[in-house]
């Protein structure tokens, strides 16, 4: 293991998954799973908002329920602050990364930051509508377990400092 994959110091690939193979042990499953607690994060708050428009629309005789064209907007919105505020936070990590031990990292080692991290969820998304099996087969083929989006702006998933811990004391 480096020393210092988190250092300041900018470096071309903080981590090596040939020398460094604990950071990436697990990394797809995890990321895949992830992905599911933070739909479930995201989609919660919104079907939680459309059943107060819809109880709201009886209430004003079906006037409350032309507030349903706002929940596709807002949704979109509330997704991007979800990712810029939790992924682009301090921890470089969703709720459902933090839950499965993984963070995503820029190349360098760097944490991300809101903006990288809101431009990595919008990229995911029209990757996943344009290539759709290619977004996660890219994954399969490279050893740092990247996906599309991640190799255009230069980011990388892998486990945590306490995920890594543990492994390490399997081992």
Do not use: C
């Not at 460094?20 to 079907?47: K, M, Q, T």
């Not at 969703?94 to 809101?114: I, K, S």
């Not at 702006?153 to 081992?171: D, F, H, K, P, Q």
């Amino acid at each position: 293991m480096s020393e210092a994959p988190y250092s300041r110091e900018p470096r071309p690939y903080a981590f090596d998954p040939v020398s460094e193979p604990e950071y990436f042990h697990g990394v797809l499953s995890r990321r895949f799973v992830a992905f599911l607690l933070d739909a479930v994060i995201v989609s919660v708050p919104i079907a939680m908002a459309g059943l107060v428009i819809f109880v709201f629309g009886f209430l004003t005789l079906g006037l409350g329920w032309f507030l349903f064209s706002l929940v596709g907007p807002t949704s979109v919105v509330w997704a991007l602050i979800y990712a810029g505020l939790t992924l682009g936070g301090r921890q470089s990590a969703t709720l459902g990364m933090r839950a499965m031990g993984v963070e995503m990292r820029q190349l360098d080692g760097a944490p991300m930051t809101p903006t990288l991290a809101v431009v990595s969820v919008v990229l995911f998304w029209v990757a996943t509508s344009v290539f759709t099996p290619l977004v996660a087969i890219v994954a399969l083929f490279n050893g740092r377990k990247r996906l599309l989006h991640d190799f255009i702006i230069g980011t990388v998933v892998v486990n945590n400092e306490a995920r890594i811990l543990e492994l390490s004391r399997y081992r």
